[in-house]
């Protein structure tokens, strides 16, 4: 079946700008998740939707992230005023939230701010 | 402090021989997981292999199979009969107990890079 979805693939954007990122989680899974992935700090996790909700948003790193995530499928992050230290891999993953509850990931949206 | 370290920042290995990546991890939680990742110069993280606290086995899954060291805290990967394919950054992660309700986030060390020579 189809994994994880996410878009763009790659995104390139001016300081400043507002920004939206989505994933498309596999069919099924309850659980959405986001982390960010860059050189200095590694994979560090954002944000944790269960359904609709969010029970944990603690790795947001600003006001100016927000996600959302609608009809218990496809999720938004967005980064309003992005800034240059923005620059990341963005990594989404779902899972079941049963059992062992693996976490599979997305191939990830590449953001550059210039 | 940090939950996940991987020591070794690259490894060497000839094609068709067995390699361990080490991983040790700090908590003091009871009910843990803990999962490896391989991520390919693609930029995909693939899942491989898990282990829960509370298992008494170690896990295995194909050629991977997880050295589960409780007491020492250690959960180590093993890849038997390296492929070229293997080449990959490898990331050990966890993901402590939560209140129910809570979060399962995963906590990941820094990674390492293997590289399989033929």
């Known amino acids: 079946g189809a994994g994880v979805s996410q878009s763009p693939s790659n995104k390139v954007t001016e300081k400043g700008k507002d920004v939206e990122l989505r994933c498309d989680p596999i069919?099924?899974?309850?659980?959405l998740y986001w982390y960010r992935q860059s050189l200095g700090q590694g994979l560090e996790f954002l944000i944790y939707f269960q359904g609709n909700s969010a029970p944990d948003k603690s790795g947001l790193p600003s006001d100016r992230f927000s996600a959302e995530r609608t009809g218990g499928s496809v999720s938004t992050l967005t980064i309003q005023r992005t800034q240059q230290e923005d620059s990341a891999v963005y990594l989404c993953a779902s899972s079941t939230g049963r059992t062992k509850n693996i976490q599979y990931f997305g191939a990830g949206t590449r953001l550059s701010v210039l | 402090a940090q939950k996940i370290t991987q020591t070794q920042p690259g490894m060497f290995v000839q094609e068709k021989e067995a390699v361990t990546l080490d991983c040790t991890y700090d908590t003091s939680d009871q009910s843990y997981g803990l999962f490896w990742y391989k991520q390919p110069s693609s930029g995909e993280m693939i899942f491989l292999i898990y282990?829960?606290?509370?298992?008494?086995q170690n896990a295995t899954e194909g050629r991977y199979s997880l050295n589960f060291q409780k007491a020492r805290k250690s959960a180590n990967l093993v890849i038997s009969a390296s492929q070229l394919g293997d080449s990959a950054m490898y990331f050990c992660a966890m993901r402590e107990a939560w209140a129910q309700g809570g979060s399962e986030k995963l906590v990941f060390g820094k990674g390492m890079k293997l590289t399989v020579n033929p």
């Open positions: 282990q829960g606290s509370y298992d008494e």
């Open positions: 069919s099924g899974h309850t659980a």
